[in-house]
Each structure stands twice: as C-alpha cells, then as structure tokens.
C-alpha cells in the first residue's frame, strides 16, 4: 500500500513556519532596534545624571523620559507603521501609560538591586538597569501590538464592536435615531411608479 501523504519535509515545515510568523518577525526585528537605540539613549542620560549625584530612580526617570519620546517616534513611523492604531493622540497616551508600565518593571529591578541586595555602586546601577529594560522591554513588545498599534483588521473589528454597542444601547433606551433635516425617506421604484 503506498501512502497518499507527503515525506516529512523540515525545509518546508521551516518555510511554513516563517511565512505565518514573517510579520512578526520583521516587527520584532524593528522594534528591537528602535529599543537598542532607546537604550543607548536611556544609559546616554542616565549614567551622566548619575555621575552628577542625581539618585538612581530620579536619574533613570529623566532618562526614561527622553528614551521614550526617541522610541515613540521610531515605533509610530518604523516598526509599526504597517498597522493602524486609533489616532496619534490615542496612540500617545497609550505608549506613555504602558511605557509607564515598562517603567515600573525598571523601578523594580533597580530598586531591589539598590535597596534589598544593597548593590549600590555606579556599574551595579548600570547592569540592574539594564536587566530592567530588557524586563520591560519585553512587556513593551507585548503591550504594543496588543492594544497601540494593531493589525487593520483588529482596529476595523473594534471599530464595528464600538458601533454595534453603541446602537444596542440606543435601541434599548428606546431612543430613536436623530431626525436629520432635509433628510427625506428613500423611495421605492414601485411608489415612483405610482406618482
């Protein structure tokens, strides 16, 4: 008996494989450079203001700030330029508040570095921060494709969710739509017959 399936190929489960995920790859491919050069950025401010006698959390909150606005504009007009969110405006406030997030994971890290295991020296900040922004850097990723930037069929469906929840609940409060003026009723071919 000969079998109807194909040899087991992993070439081609490989290419398979890397068609499905290609965007994702690609994407991740530029956020992580958009993120490198954040980094840079982050330790560019942080490591001076420190030098400075500025804390360690004071410290990487400026530097924070400045990476951030650097990785927005690299993520908006880079990474995911390919998806739509719902406005720059949106977007923004979206980025900050799970930048925010990232950099609580940050805060973390460094914190527990300073403050619980006592390794306070300037190289042991550099490397507990460091640690934190791959942690958030990973949330980020995550946090973004999910709920900034989406796939235009997502922001469409959300789009279509936000309409049909907003006419249900107008059809429950019994509200009817509002009369438009000099809005007139369609007319059917059988009463333009008539006239």
């Known amino acids: 008996m000969s079998s109807t399936r194909s040899p087991f190929r992993p070439g081609q489960q490989l290419a398979g494989i890397y068609q499905r995920s290609r965007k994702l790859f690609h994407e991740g491919a530029k956020f992580l450079t958009v993120g490198l050069i954040g980094i840079g950025v982050t330790n560019l401010v942080f490591i ?40 720059a405006a949106r977007e923004g406030v979206m980025f900050f508040i799970l930048n925010g997030i990232g950099l609580l994971i940050q805060y973390a ?51 279509r969710v936000g309409r049909h929840r907003k006419g249900r609940a107008a059809a429950e409060s019994g509200a009817s739509e509002p009369a438009v003026i000099g809005a007139t009723r369609p007319v059917s071919q059988d009463q333009s017959r008539r006239s």
């Open 48 to 87: 001076p203001l420190h030098a400075l006698g500025l804390g360690p959390l004071t410290s990487v909150t400026i530097a924070t700030a400045v990476a951030t606005v650097v990785t927005f504009l690299g993520n908006r007009y880079w990474s995911f330029r390919g998806r739509q969110g719902a406005g």
């Open 109 to 159: 890290v460094l914190g527990f570095s300073n403050y619980a295991l006592g390794l306070t020296t300037k190289i042991e900040n550099v490397i507990a921060l460091n640690i934190g922004i791959g942690l958030g850097t990973l949330f980020r990723f995550w946090s973004y494709r999910k709920w900034v930037w989406v796939p235009p069929e997502v922001h469409l469906a959300r789009l």
